[in-house]
């Protein structure tokens, strides 16, 4: 079954390096499902303003946390376009000219407008999805938010309306007269790794580390040998 493609339209299309772009659905989802921290535009009282936030996809849906009556949350409440991009490394490029120098990469750029989630159905399931985005398995294995703390925090769905992914990927692309140049070249992948769980120091002596923060460490670690 072929994916869902977003209109291309002046607002997502791609100009610079075309063949780069991808308009497909599952490739957006994809880099935005594997990125930890995604970076969200605005554009308040005429200042553009850009800043980092943990998320999580679900459908169509960005979810976003942040302080009851916080700038990003009023700001997206309102209705306003918002642009949210991700960008992950996959490898620095060194060419022989410092021209081609460049990085393997996926980034994915949406366009949306938001609502705050204010269901309680709506809320639990934007905590868990926040929540296992950090870990998978960790919603189940952790206090959920009390009335106290969800009553200091907005949760705001964005809707992807527009989306496109670039995607470069390769080895060098050095002019034909460079070739010859006596300067390495070549591609240094980059690759996320789980390091070891550190217990926190109040943490019970008997609490033992948990089965799916080892199958996390073995996933990622598998990922990064690919």
Not at 21 to 48: F, K, N, W
Not at 85 to 93: I, K, N, P, S, Y
Not at 116 to 139: F, M, S, Y
Request: net charge negative.
């Amino acid at each position: 079954m072929e994916s869902r493609r977003y209109d291309v339209t002046p607002r997502n299309k791609i100009v610079r390096v075309p063949n780069r772009a991808s308009y497909d659905e599952a490739t957006v989802h994809a880099i935005l499902d594997e990125a930890r921290i995604c970076h969200v535009g605005m554009a308040i009282g005429g200042q553009p303003v850009v800043i980092p936030m943990f998320f999580a996809r679900v459908g169509e849906d960005v979810l976003i946390h942040g302080a009851n009556k916080g700038r990003i949350t009023r700001y997206i409440e309102s209705g306003a376009t918002v642009c949210i991009t991700v960008t992950l490394l996959d490898g620095l490029v060194l060419a022989r000219s410092a021209f081609h120098h460049s990085m393997n990469y996926r980034s994915a750029v949406i366009y949306g407008t938001g609502r705050r989630l204010t269901d309680p159905e709506g809320v639990e399931q934007a905590v868990r999805a926040i929540t296992e985005k950090v870990v998978p398995g960790r919603a189940d294995d952790c206090r959920m938010p009390n009335p106290k703390e969800l009553a200091a925090t907005s949760f705001v769905a964005v809707r992807i309306e527009s989306a496109s992914a670039k995607v470069r990927a390769g080895g060098v692309a050095d002019e034909e007269e460079d070739m010859a140049l006596p300067h390495w070249a070549g591609v240094i992948p980059i690759r996320e790794v789980a390091l070891s769980p550190e217990a926190d120091a109040a943490l019970a002596e008997d609490t033992t580390l948990p089965g799916y923060l080892e199958e996390f460490r073995r996933r990622v670690a598998s990922k990064a040998a690919e």
